[in-house]
């Protein structure tokens, strides 16, 4: 299936996982990242995870899980010393984050018009 960890991939990642079995069987952690890549690259809502990655909710929670818990960092981290590689992060402009109040019914004084405006 599209997005799924190669083997050599999984080999590299699964000793960097968190490893605390909880009071309920958990659902496979090579799975999960699946569906977790899955979601994050098609850019759909946890929900619309297909069945074959498990429960969305195992994976949303997961990640978020792993998240507060430094453990994708590391694994970047990793990965990017395993390669001699730099990490870079690539941000949107500015001008994309900004966020407008909605204009004020009635005057179009306090409503943007976009830069062909000025």
């Not at 958990?26 to 498990?54: C, E, H, K, M, Y």
């Not at 195992?58 to 990640?63: D, G, P, Q």
């Amino acid at each position: 299936m599209r997005y799924e960890l190669a083997d050599h991939e999984w080999t590299a990642i699964k000793p960097m996982l968190p490893n605390k079995p909880r009071g309920v069987p958990q659902v496979n952690d090579r799975r999960v990242l699946n569906g977790i890549f899955w979601a994050l690259r098609s850019g759909a809502p946890w929900r619309d995870l297909p069945t074959a990655f498990g429960p969305y909710t195992a994976c949303y929670n997961r990640f978020v899980r792993w998240r507060r818990a430094g453990v994708w960092g590391r694994i970047i981290e990793a990965l990017a010393t395993a390669h001699d590689a730099a990490v870079q992060m690539i941000t949107p402009p500015l001008s994309a984050c900004i966020s407008m109040e909605p204009a004020s019914q009635g005057t179009s004084a306090n409503r943007w018009e976009g830069p062909a405006a000025a």
